[in-house]
């Protein structure tokens, strides 16, 4: 299994600004993931986070308003832009395990974020 | 939309009683995975279970799937007030990696 930590757990952002969170993994992966999850709802994959390439973002997402690094196999950061209430979700990090598709997928502990 | 739908949205029994709760999608699936999350934290990982297995167990975890109603079911035997959670499916599409979850079933297990 992998363990995955995010920073910051949590943060409270005013609307306007931005906030990055970043993700950490403690072994070399190749797929690292993104998601959000707004209040009471399931998870919504953001965009896969690609090493040494731009993200490849899913329908409703942007590279403005979402941008992502990964610079290396163990660490990708996920900014939200131009905060505005509705930003206020959890969003999760998350790897698959070794073996692609077919083995399990991991989660770090999320970073909720609330928009004043 | 591709999300998955789980039913009950939510239940709510009694310490000891059994929980069964069901998640249906729309594709055929590499695969199916459950997992609990508590009070809006990280999701941990339950069970996996492949598009040719029929049925998995751990500890008191059941998982069963059926590819032909494209349904799967979780039953957590003799639970505990500390399987309240919500508990989610997610499917990854047969030739895909990505994970698609379903909208999860809310667990409170009364003491």
């Known amino acids: 299994s992998a363990v995955i930590s995010q920073k910051p757990s949590r943060d409270i952002c005013q609307r306007g600004t931005s906030l990055t969170i970043q993700c950490q993994v403690d072994s070399q992966v190749t797929m690292m993931f993104w998601y959000r999850q707004q209040p009471g709802q399931s998870l919504t994959l953001i965009a896969t986070?690609?090493?040494?390439?731009?993200?490849?973002?899913e329908s409703g997402f942007v590279i403005d308003k979402f941008p992502i690094s990964r610079p290396n196999l163990t660490f990708s950061t996920l900014t939200v832009s131009n905060l505005s209430p509705e930003d206020s979700s959890i969003y999760l990090c998350?790897?698959?395990?070794?073996?692609?598709?077919?083995?399990?997928?991991?989660f770090g502990p999320g970073t909720r974020l609330t928009v004043l | 939309s591709q999300q998955g739908e789980e039913d009950p949205q939510a239940l709510s029994i009694q310490e000891g009683e059994n929980a069964t709760m069901n998640c249906s999608y729309k594709?055929?699936?590499?695969?199916l995975q459950w997992y609990r999350q508590n009070s809006g934290r990280g999701l941990v990982h339950l069970i996996l279970?492949?598009?040719?297995?029929r049925e998995k167990h751990s500890g008191r975890l059941r998982v069963t799937l059926d590819t032909s109603k494209k349904s799967s079911s979780l039953l957590i035997t003799a639970s505990r007030a500390a399987d309240t959670a919500s508990y989610f499916c997610a499917t990854t599409r047969s030739g895909t990696y990505k994970y698609i979850f379903g909208t999860g079933t809310r667990l409170k297990v009364l003491a």
């Open positions: 594709t055929s699936i590499n695969n």
């Open positions: 986070a690609n090493q040494g390439s731009e993200a490849t973002y």
């Open positions: 998350s790897v698959l395990g070794p073996g692609g598709a077919a083995n399990e997928q991991f």
């Open positions: 279970i492949r598009s040719n297995e």
